[in-house]
């Protein structure tokens, strides 16, 4: 089955890396509400910076919600999804594709029906 647009739940068991408050006091709030209205509190991994927050999902370290418009979808190792709206359309899920969480294969194989 093939899906136009994630939920945030579908990645509830993931670490969600954002931007620290100080950095954006707006950002990780938005996020954390639109988890919470999703049913679920994330585990959450704050960096220091955008670029921070990029290099730490090339790493594999987590999943985070980017602007389609961030350098890093144009990255062959990194997807980006839509998901369900937060706050800002252009919004989408980003994470690394070497990344071994199970449903990441279920999750990749749905993608590429897209």
Excluded: H
């Excluded at 919470?36 to 991994?45: A, D, L, M, Y």
């Excluded at 999943?63 to 990194?78: A, F, G, H, Q, S």
């Amino acid at each position: 089955m093939s899906q136009s647009c994630w939920r945030i739940s579908d990645f509830k068991d993931d670490t969600f890396i954002m931007v620290s408050p100080e950095d954006s006091e707006t950002s990780p709030r938005l996020i954390l509400d639109g988890c919470k209205s999703c049913g679920f509190t994330p585990k959450v991994k704050f960096a220091s910076s955008l670029q921070e927050e990029m290099l730490w999902v090339e790493a594999g370290v987590g999943v985070c919600m980017l602007d389609t418009r961030n350098n890093l979808y144009k990255t062959p190792t990194v997807r980006f999804l839509d998901v369900d709206q937060v706050s800002d359309p252009s919004l989408t899920l980003a994470w690394n594709v070497d990344n071994y969480n199970p449903m990441k294969d279920i999750f990749k194989d749905n993608f590429r029906t897209l």
